[in-house]
């Protein structure tokens, strides 16, 4: 619920109540035009995301911390997350599921480096992320038969150019782009190659079709609000069979090795993790998805993202300065909302300038303790980017768009009187 207040009339009230005000997210203003209500909670980050609404420490007291990870308890602890994992995704029961080492990134750099070399691989990139993955795959692994699709920030690359003869590298959605997939339409069902998808910003916030996909990768920092240490591999019957029937010619090191004599390590989709995985990061990701069983799993979830993403949509129709960086309204993410500047007098702009002027109005909205980390990724083009994924409330998401408002009001006024 959003208030408003106004300051007392005695000296004594009004001392105690501006401290009040300056702890809460009211505030006094002596700019009239400045929002009066903060965002309960101003975190809007795309990575590490929001904790769940109502998240305390206190989540964490039931942690396995200082005893083995490999003890019947820790080996449950993990098991525990992969079941209610799989539980609260849909994930087929013959899909394996697993906690592997550094986030998000280890899950897909063993997956590349595990499964690629086979036969010819397709890579789509229109993002930092995807382009990541595209100079892991043509310029460290250096594989000859690699075809790259590219598209600039704010638009997809051509899905009908792919051969589903081939591998497949994709980002389900583009975290510094706010571009996603608008569905899994694209990939061929009785395809040869294996597709490997990147859908750490999309995994608990959007519906994924998951007999299109053979490798899915998230991390816990995400959707679900959780601490950013270790990493989740999803893996179809089919990308376990090219596992054990293909080496690829080059070294793995220990922490990508998924098989052993050439067969599945199959501990490691029951929890036994390759190495030493954080207790208390085990326990906060529990919590997570604790919460998302209790108000309602996978469809409420994604309900709470679109209403954000429809939130952002109407204030975006309402303003002129700002628009999606998602060229098509199909494509525009539910969780990394993108905005580019769209204000004829900012496009005027250098490109230092601009970015200086959206550091500047994301750094005001910080400053007033209303909404942080709203920049656009360094890699993006100048703007701002709101993470609208499930743990962000939505009157907190409403709440930061005045702020937005005003402090763009702000900086360009200040930068034209300058
Ligand atoms: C699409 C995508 N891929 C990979 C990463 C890297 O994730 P992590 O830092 O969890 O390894 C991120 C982080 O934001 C991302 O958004």
Redesign the pocket.
């Known amino acids: 619920m959003v208030n408003s207040i106004g300051p007392g009339d005695r000296p004594s009230i009004r001392r105690s109540l501006s401290s009040h005000l300056r702890k809460n997210r009211f505030v006094t203003a002596s700019d009239p035009e400045r929002p009066t209500v903060r965002p309960r909670n101003p975190h809007f980050s795309?990575?590490p995301c929001a904790k769940r609404p109502g998240w305390t420490h206190a989540g964490l007291s039931g942690a396995l911390t200082g005893r083995s990870h490999r003890a019947a308890d820790g080996k449950a602890k993990l098991a525990e997350v992969i079941d209610r994992s799989r539980e609260v995704l849909g994930i087929p029961e013959d899909y394996r599921l697993g906690i592997v080492p550094?986030?998000?990134?280890?899950?897909?750099e063993i997956a590349l480096w595990s499964l690629l070399g086979a036969i010819g691989v397709d890579l789509l990139a229109w993002?930092?992320?995807?382009k990541?993955?595209v100079t892991d795959v043509v310029r460290h692994l250096e594989l000859d038969d690699a075809r790259v699709f590219e598209a600039d920030y704010g638009g997809l690359p051509d899905l009908a150019q792919l051969d589903p003869g081939r591998d497949l590298v994709f980002?389900?959605?583009?975290?510094?782009s706010g571009v996603r997939v608008p569905n899994g339409d694209w990939i061929v069902p009785d395809r040869r190659g294996l597709t490997i998808c990147?859908?750490?910003?999309?995994v608990f916030a959007m519906d994924l079709p998951w007999d299109r996909l053979d490798v899915i990768?998230?991390?816990?920092?995400?959707a679900l609000g959780g601490e950013?240490a270790h990493?989740m591999l999803a893996l179809s019957p089919r990308a376990v069979q090219r596992l054990e029937s293909y080496s690829p010619p080059w070294p793995l090191p220990k922490v990508f090795r998924l098989t052993k004599d050439g067969h599945l390590n199959e501990g490691i989709f029951r929890g036994e993790t390759i190495n030493t995985p954080s207790m208390l990061c085990v326990e906060d990701a529990l919590d997570g998805l604790r919460w998302a069983e209790q108000i309602g799993g996978l469809p409420a979830l994604m309900a709470r993202a679109e209403v954000n993403l429809a939130t952002v949509a109407r204030w975006v129709e309402a303003i002129d300065w700002a628009d999606f960086l998602a060229e098509d309204p199909a494509t525009r993410s539910c969780t990394?909302i993108c905005l580019k500047i769209v204000d004829p007098w900012f496009t005027a702009l250098g490109a230092d300038a601009q970015r200086a002027t959206a550091t500047s109005v994301a750094g005001l909205v910080q400053e007033a303790g209303a909404g942080y980390d709203l920049g656009s990724?360094r890699e993006a083009p100048p703007g701002l980017r709101l993470w609208g994924g499930p743990t962000v409330e939505n009157d907190d998401l409403a709440a930061v768009l005045p702020w937005l408002d005003w402090a763009y009001r702000q900086v360009k006024a200040d930068r034209r009187a300058a």
Do not use: L
């Open positions: 795309s990575g550094a986030s998000d990134t280890g899950a897909v993002e930092n992320f995807g990541t993955w980002t389900w959605n583009g975290t510094t990147d859908a750490t910003s999309a990768t998230w991390s816990w920092q995400k950013a990493g990394s990724h």
